[in-house]
């Protein structure tokens, strides 16, 4: 169920998700100003990735919405990235070695070289896997965090919840999950 996120104070008890350039964390938020830390990243936030990958892929600054651009004619399972963390029992978050992964499918085993950003195809096929492997971290910890805690509502936050794949995906774990979704409207 995709509900307006509407104000703060009407949806705790909640799971928080806040994903951006500075910021990956996940929350069980009690009340306003009562919140626990459930996780977070241990290097690159998500956004960071996003705006670094970006960078790799010869994209505009914000990578985020460019990259979401360039997927859309990619195939999401081109390459096999890199899922940090993703059955581990904890509920932190990684993206360095994904972005280290992109990088070497990039440019090969010679980073140091300056080469060009791939061109059409494979940029969006890098993009597109990028972005699927990315969107799957975040929501196998989110799933994982709503089992641990027994919450039933998903608040997310962050310009990195702009991505509508994220969305659509966040949606459907969610619905499968009996919980309530919350996220600010597109616009």
Request: charged share 20%; aromatic share 6%; proline share 9%.
């Amino acid at each position: 169920l995709l509900s307006p996120f509407i104000d703060r104070t009407s949806v705790p008890p909640h799971l928080a998700l806040i994903i951006s350039g500075g910021h990956t964390l996940l929350l069980d938020v009690e009340g306003p100003g009562k919140y626990r830390k459930l996780g977070g990243t241990r290097d690159d936030a998500a956004g960071e990735a996003f705006d670094k990958v970006g960078k790799m892929l010869g994209l505009q600054y914000p990578g985020g919405p460019e990259i979401e651009k360039a997927a859309r004619g990619g195939n999401p399972r081109a390459y096999d990235f890199p899922r940090s963390m993703l059955h581990d029992p904890h509920l932190d978050f990684s993206f360095s070695g994904l972005k280290t992964a992109v990088l070497y499918a990039c440019h090969g085993q010679d980073v140091s070289r300056a080469t060009p950003p791939p061109p059409g195809k494979k940029r969006a096929d890098l993009a597109a896997s990028f972005q699927a492997a990315v969107v799957e971290v975040l929501v196998t910890k989110c799933r994982q965090a709503l089992r641990k805690t027994g919450l039933m509502r998903l608040a997310v936050g962050g310009g990195v919840s702009a991505n509508k794949p994220l969305r659509a995906v966040l949606e459907a774990m969610c619905a499968k999950e009996g919980a309530e979704l919350f996220i600010p409207p597109l616009g």
